[in-house]
């Protein structure tokens, strides 16, 4: 929990109206479109998996929890352009999540949230695809039965051999998944979902985040009693470091909670952890892959900076115009996203399957260091999507 007063350092770097002009945004949007056109080929009724090798996506079948942001990448695709051809990968997605859930292919994990609302809760919304909404419902119980501890309040790590069984977790990523319950609540009149959700929140807020307002990548409880006890990290650089993608689902994530439920907190907690994400960026905006680093050759990881961007955006649809972070979010964002289309959209000396380049996706496990990712993708194309169509509906 956020107790000293977080102040933006160097104010005057984000002081200021700052829009990207209009010709960059269509000219990347046209750059992605044109890039994901020509991988039709490969992922009509196929996934990619969670991160390229050599920067390129490996084939494989919706079992990870990276296949959502697949989907609702070609769909964010789709209405951006009004191209029938991303609509039709969409359509040849869409029956693999029943598949899944009903064969409980890699269903046992947290992250049913990630997979299920940027495909099927947005097909529902984009598209009024009613099988998408009952399974999207479906999963939501699911998450809900299989995942959520009653007496933590928090939605479970998923146990693995990566921690000792005598302890529990959750994580920062979780706040990604607590929207399908805050949807599926209201969709469905589940007050428990809604709860479950607010819960998850407040617990992040409670022991996620530090005093410092930056963020532990997990957070661990004892087993049986769900007594906490201390924040480790996974993906990040130390136990006592800020993650910057985990740190990113939090940019992101209490701005959705705030949408459902209007709790003063989640706008104190976000403009904390937002100003200490901008207090440790490089001189170019494109996070490092962890924000102890803030300069140096230390891997970046972009992705990190767009779901900012998203998350940024969204608070400024709830803040009033006098709120003294809203304009800072609004040329934070600006200038992030375009730090992203200048610095990893471009020629690297060879040829990259992601919409940008600079993700890492998991640095201490070896995976995906400096190469694509497709949340790196998703939320590009998100964040563009942001820009360009304010009236966007949020597939979350
Ligand atoms: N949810 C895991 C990650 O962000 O890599």
């Known amino acids: 929990m956020v107790t000293e007063k977080i102040i933006l350092q160097n104010p005057e770097r984000f002081a200021g109206e700052y829009t990207i002009s209009k010709e960059k945004l269509t000219g990347a949007i046209e750059k992605a479109a044109d890039k994901l056109e020509s991988q039709i080929p490969r992922f009509k009724e196929a996934f990619a998996a969670t991160c390229s090798v050599n920067y390129k996506y490996p ?3 919706n079992n990870n929890w990276i296949c959502g942001m697949h989907t609702g ?3 964010l695709a789709y209405e951006l352009t009004g191209n029938k051809k991303f609509r039709e990968v969409v359509e040849s997605h869409l029956p693999t999540y029943k598949q899944r859930l009903d064969k409980k292919i890699a269903m046992e994990d947290h992250d049913v949230g990630f997979v299920f609302s940027p495909s099927c809760v947005a097909a529902y919304k984009a598209l009024g695809d009613e099988n998408a909404r009952q399974v999207a419902l479906d999963a939501a119980e699911h998450l809900y039965n299989f995942s959520y501890s009653k007496k933590g309040g928090f939605i479970l790590r998923v146990a693995s051999q990566q921690h000792k069984p005598e302890y529990c977790r959750t994580m ?10 805050f949807w599926a609540g209201q969709e469905a009149g589940r007050q428990e979902y809604i709860d479950a959700a607010m819960s998850q929140n407040k617990i992040t807020e ?7 307002a930056s963020s532990n990548h997990h957070y661990q409880f004892e087993l049986e009693t769900h007594k906490p006890l201390h924040g480790v990290t996974w993906q990040g650089f130390s136990d006592d470091s800020c993650w ?7 940019v992101y ?12 907190y989640l706008v104190d907690v976000h403009k904390d952890i937002t100003y200490y994400m901008l207090n440790h960026l490089p001189a170019d905006l494109i996070p490092y892959w962890d924000l102890v680093f803030v300069d140096g050759d230390q891997p970046r990881d972009s992705s990190a900076g767009v779901v900012s961007v998203c998350g940024m955006d969204e608070m400024c649809k709830y803040l009033p115009d006098d709120a003294p972070q809203k304009q800072i979010f609004q040329n934070a964002s600006a200038r992030m996203l375009e730090a992203v289309i200048d610095n990893c959209t471009g020629d690297i000396g060879r040829e990259y399957d992601g919409l940008i380049c600079h993700v890492t996706a998991a640095l201490p496990q070896r995976q995906g260091i ?8 998703y939320f590009y194309l998100e964040a563009l999507c942001r820009m360009v169509k304010p009236d966007w509906k949020r597939y979350w």
């Open 59 to 61: 084939k494989t079948v």
């Open 370 to 377: 400096d190469e694509c990712a497709i949340y790196g993708d």
């Open 73 to 75: 990448t070609f769909l």
């Open 244 to 250: 910057s993608r985990g740190h990113a689902w939090g």
């Open 206 to 212: 409670q022991y996620l985040i530090r005093e410092d």
């Open 172 to 181: 920062m990523d979780t706040l990604m998944n607590a929207p399908l319950l």
């Open 253 to 264: 994530g209490f701005p959705i909670a705030y949408s459902y439920s209007k709790e003063p």
